[in-house]
């Protein structure tokens, strides 16, 4: 079992910054490929970021590439999240999701834990 808890959501006006922090405990982080999820009012849970086990391979949603940036600590046992030039279209729930022993995958049903997300709220 792993456990996952999200902070560092809140509210932001457009063209400022957020950095997402997912705390993981319960077993070796290190073993887990970790993904950024977002679910805004009324639609499905869409990916946002994606990166392996050992932090060398990242991948992103074609919206919000160039401006949100992945990044683990396995020392820490933390992935982050790091959103700059936030738009209004970037409100949602924000999970982060682990993936035992995997690949990077964009489809969530491809994850075996989920944190209870973070609210992000961006202004116009």
């Known amino acids: 079992q792993v456990q996952l808890v999200e902070s560092g959501g809140g509210l932001v006006q457009a063209g400022g910054s957020l950095r997402l922090s997912c705390a993981a405990s319960?077993?070796?982080?290190?073993?887990?490929?970790m993904g950024w999820f977002r679910q805004a009012p009324g639609k499905e849970r869409e990916f946002v970021a994606a990166?392996?086990?050992?932090?060398?391979?990242?991948t992103y949603a074609d919206s919000v590439k160039g401006r949100f940036t992945i990044s683990r600590d396995n020392a820490k046992n933390t992935v982050y999240l790091q959103m700059n030039s936030l738009t209004p279209e970037d409100t949602a729930v924000y999970y982060c999701?682990?993936?035992?022993?995997?690949?990077?995958?964009?489809?969530?049903?491809?994850?075996?834990?989920w944190g209870q997300g973070t609210q992000v709220t961006v202004s116009s």
């Open positions: 999701a682990a993936n035992f022993l995997a690949s990077i995958t964009t489809t969530p049903v491809g994850y075996d834990y």
């Open positions: 990166i392996s086990r050992r932090g060398s391979s990242t």
């Open positions: 319960g077993r070796t982080f290190s073993n887990y490929a």
